[in-house]
Nanobody
Framework: QVQLVESGGGLVQAGGSLRLSCAAS????????MGWYRQVPGKQRELVAS???????TLTDSVKGRFTISRDNAKNTVYLQMSSLKPEDTAVYYC?????????????WGQGTQVTVSS
């Protein structure tokens, strides 16, 4: 099992910045992937950004140039630096950790943190 503790959500005005953090603990194997997803009511959860333990990064198009994902592998922590926030970024943001064991993914989710961007 992997436990995830998220922090950093809140209310911010459009154009502002927030940083989300997610710390993983428990049965952590390498390689693995940590990432952020977001969900608004009535819509599917969508990938925002992810970063593998090897350093490969994925960012969804709508946040490129505004969001940055980084990791501290020694602390098993992933960060999402969000800048130039827009009202459409408002969502519950979820941290996801994926262990890769014998080529099979094992996913774990955080409890979610609310990000609200006011116009």
């Amino acid at each position: 099992q992997v436990q995830l503790v998220e922090s950093g959500g809140g209310l911010v005005q459009a154009g502002g910045s927030l940083r989300l953090s997610c710390a993983a603990s428990g049965s952590i194997f390498s390689p693995n992937t940590m990432g952020w997803y977001r969900q608004v009511p009535g819509k599917q959860r969508e990938l925002v950004a992810s970063r593998t333990s090897g350093g490969s990064t994925t960012l969804t198009d709508s946040v490129k140039g505004r969001f940055t994902i980084s990791r501290d592998n020694a602390k098993n922590t992933v960060y999402l630096q969000m800048s130039s926030l827009k009202p459409e970024d408002t969502a519950v943001y979820y941290c996801k950790f994926t262990n890769i064991i014998s080529w099979k993914p094992y996913d774990y989710w955080g409890q979610g943190t609310q990000v609200t961007v006011s116009s």
